[in-house]
């Protein structure tokens, strides 16, 4: 089937300062570095909980970008280093998880009988990644066989893996009694100086049990500003597709650029039409605080009477913000309490750990070492001739794509294997790190 359209740049933004000490020998030193979609998250340029440790980094960023300025334009994807003052305590596959926040409007979405409601409902969900509450910090990259796990009260059972480490590309799979969810993200840049462009190459797709039906989900881009100089933020704009691949109705939606003087910013509106392209449900919202839907007329506009519903409501930020400003649901994915997760479980990553914790020498410390043991096992299996499979998901090259997704040449095919779903309940125990996502864990030992 026809693969999509757009046709991504490619690039990274790389290291932007060093931390000195220590962290300094690790970051002249390590080569290996992603900046995707899931990487950067949503900034308002007017937050003033964001300022304080933008403006602690800038004379940084701009004392050493000169050190860079031959990379713009470049994929420089795996030939800098990021320094952890630039970093948040949490991993990309944590911020995988953050769209299980609203699970809730896919249950509502099972229990719908209308389809064109329904999807619209669906579209709900998907919104939760978008707020992001007004991030700008980059994630952990995932070890290559690193994992996350989520387990919630509805009977949502999360897992995530880190599947490939060149490219990097990252799997996950949710499931419950309503829906099943697979995503698997394999994001690209390009990067230009003082911004970069961030494309969100991946496929999401949610299937609703109750009817069978099969969703696709697209995103827009997005754009991160003043990387260098100014305050950074970031903006999602250009266009949003759901597609229910299984009957062809479809929701689309165009997120306004911001223009001078904030003008448009986070608008969001669009239409859910039906098999035959017709409009049913018009939709209009905020992406980093709500959604609305009401039924239309073939031209879009809004019958006489018809109720407007809201489909998603951003949740409310912490009472006690930190300068990180994660939301309460990211706060509690960072929590190990009371759980006991895989060895492999980004929450007993030591370097993030350290961070958490305001030890900014020794994350850099353990964040070098993880990395060092990474390629050290990757020269250890190439010298034994084993080959490294992921536990919880398998490659797919021959599964069809759907006529709004990305082709498999753009975006690799994994699929879930059940695994996960077949391991034993384990006992809670307190929390801890004891990290280990690599197969001779003897490397990081030796490495430490």
């Known amino acids: 089937m026809a693969g999509h359209n757009r046709a991504p740049s490619e690039g990274i933004f ?35 909980e964001a300022e304080q440790a933008t403006e602690d980094a800038a004379d940084q960023r701009q004392q050493e970008f000169t050190n860079y300025r031959d990379y713009i334009g470049m994929d420089i994807t795996s030939l800098v280093a990021l320094p952890v003052w630039i970093m948040m305590p949490f991993s990309m596959l944590q911020n995988i998880s953050e769209i299980m926040e609203y699970t809730d409007r896919l249950e509502k ?22 707020p992001g509450n007004e991030r700008t910090w980059k994630p952990f990259n995932p070890i290559l066989g690193e994992t996350f796990e989520l387990a919630m009260d509805n009977g949502l059972r999360f897992i995530a893996e880190q599947v490939s480490h ?38 999401t797709r949610i299937r609703l049990k109750s009817t069978g039906e099969v969703y696709s989900l697209v995103p827009p881009n997005c754009k991160a500003h003043n990387l260098i100089v100014g305050r950074t933020w970031v903006d999602s704009a250009g266009d949003y597709t759901l597609l229910n691949a299984t009957t062809g109705a479809k929701g689309s939606m165009y997120f306004t650029p911001c223009g001078w003087f904030g003008s448009g910013h986070h608008e969001i509106s669009g239409h859910v039409t039906d098999e035959e392209g017709k409009k049913r449900i018009a939709l209009v919202g905020k992406w980093n605080s709500y959604l609305d839907m009401q039924k239309c007329d073939e031209e879009g506009t809004p019958l006489p009477g018809a109720q407007l519903v809201r489909l998603w409501t951003c ?4 009472d006690e913000a ?10 509690m994915l960072m929590s190990g309490k009371g759980l006991n997760p895989l060895p492999s479980d980004s929450r007993r990553r030591p370097d993030r750990t350290a961070l958490e914790l305001g030890d900014h020498g020794k994350a850099g410390q353990y964040k070098y070492q993880l990395e060092e043991a990474q390629r050290a096992e990757k020269r250890e299996r190439e010298k034994r001739g084993d080959t490294w499979s992921p536990r919880f998901f398998r490659r797919t090259p021959e599964k069809d794509t759907f006529s709004n997704e990305f082709s498999d040449e753009q975006c690799p095919l994994w699929e879930f294997n059940g695994e996960y779903m077949k391991l034993d309940p384990r006992p809670a125990m307190p929390e801890g790190t004891h990290f280990s996502a690599l197969c001779y864990a003897w490397l990081v030992r030796q490495l430490a």
């Open 14 to 48: 790389g290291t932007l300062a060093s931390w000195g000490g220590s962290a300094l020998e690790y970051a002249s030193t390590s080569i290996n570095s992603l900046l995707g979609f899931e990487d950067l998250q949503i900034v308002n340029p007017d937050s003033t």
């Open 322 to 331: 930190d300068k990180y400003g994660f939301s309460n649901f990211a706060r």
């Open 166 to 203: 060149h490219p990097p590309v990252g799997a996950a799979h949710a499931e419950n009694k309503e829906w099943e969810y697979d995503m698997v993200s394999a994001p690209t840049t390009k990067f230009l100086g003082n911004s970069i462009d961030i494309y969100p190459i991946g496929r």
């Open 109 to 130: 979405a099972a229990k719908t009988e209308d389809p064109y409601e329904r999807l619209a409902w669906v579209i709900g969900f998907t919104m939760g990644p978008f």
């Open 315 to 318: 949740s409310a930020k912490p």
